[in-house]
């Protein structure tokens, strides 16, 4: 094949022709899952009815329903992506692997965050070109977001957004030989919200035996809103929307009008006798279960989870906010429930368990972001030194990164997802290893 010719990949529901470049090849926006239009909003996803002839893989998905989301003087785009690309298929994936041929590779699945409500496949922080220059078959995952995604109705499965990952890995399983990749070797990895719900894959039964290892990057074992927390949010969004809290009713209403009811969601006290809002008010959508994932631990995988150092000050210091309290807000959201997934893991399963803490401190908004929530991923994805996420409004900030940082972390990805030992030792009650990066 020359340089010039787009391959062309026969899955089990047709043909998807991608691109060559430099780092491999890639196809764009190939459905897992039927289009979630009408009650199928608010359903389990269903299979891809397929497409006859060659589809075109060659240009990017639309993706979920979202709102803008600001976070003042910082620049999110690389993070956030273009924000809601419309079009009715969007329960898609993106595969960047080195070759689609024979080649038997690691398999890793990217589960992106934003809070349950936002993001998407194309954000620039995803691009996989360094994961496939060293060996890796990367898919990267679109879900179902905000209120058809997470929103609790009676009559329709909660935690929708988290079927349509489980459904992603089903197709990987079936499809990614295909592509070149192994569907016995599979490592997830999410970040933020993503993480939450590669940790909720573990406790998971419906997803046993569709991954190996699973990576959290700041997130929580402990994120999920009770039933009860679930109900006020529901009962919230039907009396905005002036309907009943129903499937039908709901299955009548724009994505449009979700996206504008959502500034009346916000702030909800979701505190009980019994439990605290594990998102601190920040968004009013998270997972829906009756016992946290962290003490439901039912698949049996490797496990490399942390979280970084100043994690709350990407809530507090781009609006212009003190950071003090930001500490205490990090643990809150991420620190406590990571510790606790990693502390359970590392007590019941018999795979192993590896944490990591990542300090390397962003000099963006005047030095003040600090090793914040996000800051880890350039790292991750080894795009580190990429012009735009730098500046003083970008998420690295003004500074070079430091050499040799992006090389380190996103090694360590790699070695696990091929062997399941990203290079330091594994985490138990002896002997409790944390592998520090960059601070």
């Known amino acids: 094949m020359s340089q010039w010719e787009n391959p062309i990949v026969e899955t089990a529901a047709g043909a998807v022709r991608g691109i060559v470049d430099e780092a491999g090849e890639l196809y764009r926006a190939i459905p897992y899952a039927a289009a979630p239009v009408g009650p199928g909003r608010f359903a389990r996803p269903e299979p891809h009815p397929g497409w006859s002839g060659v589809r075109d893989g060659t240009q990017p998905s639309p993706t979920a329903p ?113 592509f070149g990749g192994d569907p016995r070797n599979v490592t997830v990895f999410g970040q933020s919200a993503g993480a939450t719900l590669t940790g909720a894959l573990l406790a998971t039964p419906e997803a046993q035996g569709l991954f190996r290892r699973a990576i959290v990057q700041s997130g929580s074992g402990t994120g999920a809103f009770t039933p009860e927390q679930a109900r006020r949010v529901t009962t919230a ?29 916000a702030g ?110 350039p790292f991750v994805f080894d795009v580190a030194d990429e012009p735009w996420l730098h500046g003083d409004t970008g998420l690295l900030g003004p500074d070079a990164a430091p050499a040799g940082l992006a090389a380190e972390v996103h090694g360590a990805w790699v070695a696990f997802a091929k062997e399941g030992k990203p290079g330091w030792v594994a985490y138990d009650e002896r002997r409790r290893e944390i592998r520090r990066f960059g601070g």
């Open 66 to 178: 979202q709102p803008v989301r600001d976070f003042g003087r910082l620049d999110l785009t690389p993070y956030f992506g273009p924000g809601w690309v419309r079009g009715e298929e969007y329960l898609t994936v993106d595969v960047r692997t080195p070759a689609a041929d024979a080649g038997n590779r690691p398999v890793m699945v990217f589960v992106h965050g934003g809070g349950f409500v936002t993001g998407s496949t194309r954000a620039a922080l995803y691009d996989g070109s360094a994961f496939a220059r060293d060996g890796i078959v990367l898919v990267t995952v679109n879900y179902r977001l905000g209120i058809p995604g997470f929103l609790a109705l009676e009559g329709s499965p909660d935690n929708r957004g988290l079927l349509d990952v489980i459904a992603a890995l089903r197709w990987v399983r079936d499809s990614i030989a295909a």
């Open 237 to 265: 969004a039907a009396a905005a929307l002036g309907v009943e809290a129903t499937p039908a009713a709901f299955a009548e209403i724009s994505d449009e009008r979700f996206l504008d009811i959502l500034p009346a969601l």
């Open 268 to 377: 909800l006290d979701l505190r009980t006798a019994t439990a605290a809002d594990p998102l601190a008010g920040l968004s009013a959508f998270s997972l829906v279960l009756p016992v946290q994932p962290a003490d439901n631990l039912v698949n049996d995988v490797d496990l490399l989870i942390g979280t970084n150092t100043e994690e709350g000050r990407l809530y507090l210091v781009p609006q212009g906010k003190p950071d003090g309290p930001a500490d205490q807000l990090g643990e809150l959201l991420f620190g406590a429930g990571t510790a606790r997934m990693a502390q359970a893991h590392a007590e019941i399963s018999t795979s192993r368990t590896y944490v990591y803490s990542f300090g390397y401190r962003s000099t963006a908004l005047d030095g003040r972001l600090g090793a914040a929530h996000t800051v880890e991923l």
